[in-house]
T-cell receptor, first 113, second 115 residues
Framework: AQSVTQLGSHVSVSEGALVLLRCNYS??????LFWYVQYPNQGLQLLLK??????LVKGINGFEAEFKKSETSFHLTKPSAHMSDAAEYFC???????????FGKGTMLLVSP | GAGVSQSPSNKVTEKGKDVELRCDPI?????LYWYRQSLGQGLEFLIY????????KSGLPSDRFSAERTGGSVSTLTIQRTQQEDSAVYLC?????????????FGPGTRLTVT
């Protein structure tokens, strides 16, 4: 069975500050890892994903994440927060080759001026 | 092109009534998924369809939930005898294929409220 833990249901940062959203996973097989963002009253949008290869992956809107197998982590970062980044972020894992996603409970990112 | 669409966007129903939620996937996508997003439970997988293969129903929470996909395109999620714990946002997603390397595109969801 797979699981995802996102530390912190809410994270607050100031505009221009570093964004760090934490994600740890559990998987018995090599995982595929994803970060999704959800804006109010909208569906989920893929930010970035790790499947194989380079462990540092870059996504849209300046976000990136690093797969660390030894730490079973896939933390999401952005060097400088923007007001438009305020949203809920979900980390997800799937088996390599399969499509069912297991999601974390989400982290709401709050950005203050 | 058009994304995944869902209808209705909001649905309020009385406990015990049946409801149908509709999903129109992106044209050409063979895989279709239903998820449920509720407070305290996060996002849960419900069911997925891949082409003409038998659907994976492993995430359906009870036999009151069922889904079908007609003609490999539109899907309907039906909840019979709704309960208050069924209140949630139901999200549909589609992808080109079941392979995990293909992105799942999500619709805006249907917010179901059971009173």
């Amino acid at each position: 069975a797979q699981s995802v833990t996102q530390l912190g249901s809410h994270v607050s940062v100031s505009e221009g500050a570093l964004v760090l959203l934490r994600c740890n996973y559990s998987s018995s097989v090599p995982p595929y890892l994803f970060w999704y963002v959800q804006y109010p009253n909208q569906g989920l949008q893929l930010l970035l994903k790790y499947t194989t290869g380079a462990t540092l992956v870059k996504g849209i809107n300046g976000f990136e994440a690093e797969f660390k197998k030894s730490e079973t982590s896939f933390h999401l970062t952005k060097p400088s927060a923007h007001m438009s980044d305020a949203a809920e972020y979900f980390c997800a894992v799937s088996d390599a080759g399969y499509s069912t996603l297991t999601f974390g409970k989400g982290t709401m990112l709050l950005v203050s001026p | 092109g058009a994304g995944v669409s869902q209808s209705p966007s909001n649905k309020v129903t009385e406990k015990g009534k049946d409801v149908e939620l509709r999903c129109d996937p992106i044209s050409g996508h063979t895989a279709l998924y239903w998820y449920r997003q509720s407070l305290g439970q996060g996002l849960e997988f419900l069911i997925y369809f891949q082409g003409n293969s038998a659907p994976d129903k492993s995430g359906l929470p009870s036999d009151r939930f069922s889904a079908e996909r007609t003609g490999g395109s539109v899907s309907t999620l039906t909840i019979q005898r709704t309960q208050q714990e069924d209140s949630a946002v139901y999200l549909c997603a589609s992808s080109f294929s079941r392979q995990s390397t293909y992105e799942q595109y999500f619709g805006p969801g249907t917010r179901l409220t059971v009173t």
